[in-house]
């Protein structure tokens, strides 16, 4: 994808070898979405933007249909560890209703049991959250060492029961995850909210990107697009971190969960 370098912008140019060099789709779109930005107005500039429009529309949908295509191989085969979700991690004593509580939210049908540590290996389950999906983890009640990794990578642990003793074993294998003891199913909402995160919706995309609470503009540009934040002049926002629509913030406004952004940058046309 090379077009003539008439009157297009340099950081036009420089984001079109970016997406030469990109190894993903998430990392093309990111590409594409900036040279957006970069097209002057005017009927001449028509045919570019018409490209890189329709490129990122086809990128657009065959994301989608990998990600379905993903839920699909996931309730078929069983559920593997994905790093990108928000993950809940599930440790209790035997028979405490850790497999009854992914069996609940995730519709998987995990086995119960009371005996001790008969859990061998991690069970996983997935399920939608509005426009996000969760995903749990259930370690087996002994915490083995090789186990410990995973809960490394949680957002949030969850403790059926005996909460003294299984505080301990995180503090003792160093676990630093926010963590909570319930007795009994929590709604989704109250599992979301106790996750810490927020979404942040780029400007006509559906699709949110996912940051901590209190996450700030330059926060969301260091994972969409890092080399933004030299070239930031202003963004505009919608939604309840602003007092109204489409509000001019500078790079250290803190967002909120669902708000809508649309960065400007220099060199933009």
Known sequence: MKFRKRRLPQGFFELQDEYSLARSNDERISCLKG????IPHGDEFNKVRGHVSRR???????????????LK?????????????????????????????????????YASTSIPFETKSPVFGVVNFEDVQLQFLEVPSDLEQRY??????????????????FKE??????????????SKLPKISELWSWLGLIRVYPKGDNVPILLRKDATVRDYLKIIHSS??????????TGSSVKFSNQNVNVNHVLADKDVIEVRITGSG
């Open 35 to 38: 040279m957006l930005t970069h």
């Open 56 to 70: 990122l529309r086809d990128l657009r949908r065959k994301v989608i249909h990998k990600r379905e295509q993903a």
């Open 73 to 109: 191989i996931r309730k078929s085969r069983g559920v593997k560890f994905n790093e990108d979700l928000p993950t809940i991690g599930l440790i209790g004593p035997p028979d405490s209703g850790k497999s009854y509580f992914i069996n609940h939210y995730c519709g998987t049908s």
């Open 148 to 165: 410990v990794q995973l809960l490394h990578k949680t957002d949030l642990i969850l403790i059926t029961g005996e909460a003294s003793r």
């Open 169 to 182: 074993l995180l503090l003792k294998h160093g676990i630093n995850v926010s963590s909570r003891v319930i």
């Open 228 to 237: 933004w934040i030299k070239r930031f002049k202003t963004a505009l926002i």
